[in-house]
């Protein structure tokens, strides 16, 4: 694709329900990156995948989150229980490989809201 | 772990004049230093980015210099204009587990 797609663009949920987020990254993009981002802060790591594998899930805030990438494209942030501090954008990002010097390229993110 | 730290956290300029972002990091095994910028409600956007071999890298009125020894780089732009507005990002990438530690950002305003 054009660039990394992330839907849905925002999503508006109640407390204690589950909701899944969707990245599609460039094609042949091994890495993939989940990011959250509260208002005037600065992205926070969550998790980072190299191919269909987990590489580094030190990121992710508690066990309610977790990401998969099954077949080393797609990848599925998961919330469960959402919490009205969950409310944030979360940005998704992928780069050629997950080395030092490649571009990480990111898509629009998805704006939750957790009423 | 690697800590990065950003400032100012705004900076007003005058339309025309120059702008410059501060970055410190703290482990010296980062390698790998980018900068975004951030336009309100949109994706953060890679302008620059410097390798921890190089000591300056210019790219038209975008510059960004590295000082390994002091641990610290940053962003210049000069002849600012006013879709310079925005808030910039400076990142510093750790080799050994493969993040991009994050600062807190600028916001950067040019005044007309």
């Known amino acids: 694709g054009a660039g990394v797609s992330q839907t849905p663009s925002n999503k508006v949920t109640e407390k204690g329900k589950y909701v899944e987020l969707r990245c599609d990254p460039i094609?042949?993009?091994?890495?993939l990156y989940w990011y959250r981002q509260s208002l005037g802060q600065g992205p926070e790591f969550l998790i980072y995948f190299q191919g269909t594998g987990a590489a580094d899930d030190s990121g992710l805030p508690n066990d309610r989150f977790f990401a998969v990438r099954p077949e080393g494209s797609v990848s599925t942030l998961k919330i469960q229980r959402t919490e009205r501090g969950d409310s944030a954008v979360y940005l998704c990002?992928?780069?050629?490989?997950?080395?030092?010097?490649?571009?990480?390229?990111f898509g629009a993110g998805t704006r939750l809201s957790v009423l | 772990g690697e800590n990065v730290e950003q400032h100012p956290s705004t900076l007003s300029v005058q339309e025309g004049d120059s702008a410059v972002i501060k970055c410190t990091y703290s482990d010296s095994a980062s390698n790998y230093f980018p900068w975004y910028k951030q336009e309100l409600g949109k994706r953060p956007q890679l302008i620059i980015d410097i390798r921890s071999n190089v000591g300056e890298k210019k790219d038209q009125r975008i510059a960004v210099t590295l000082n390994k020894t002091a641990k610290h780089f940053s962003l210049h732009i000069t002849e600012t204009q006013p879709e310079d507005s925005a808030v910039y990002f400076c990142a510093a990438f750790d080799p050994r587990n493969y993040q991009l530690i994050w600062g807190a950002g600028t916001k950067l305003i040019i005044k007309p």
């Open positions: 990002a992928s780069s050629l490989e997950g080395l030092a010097g490649n571009i990480q390229y």
């Open positions: 094609s042949g993009h091994t890495a």
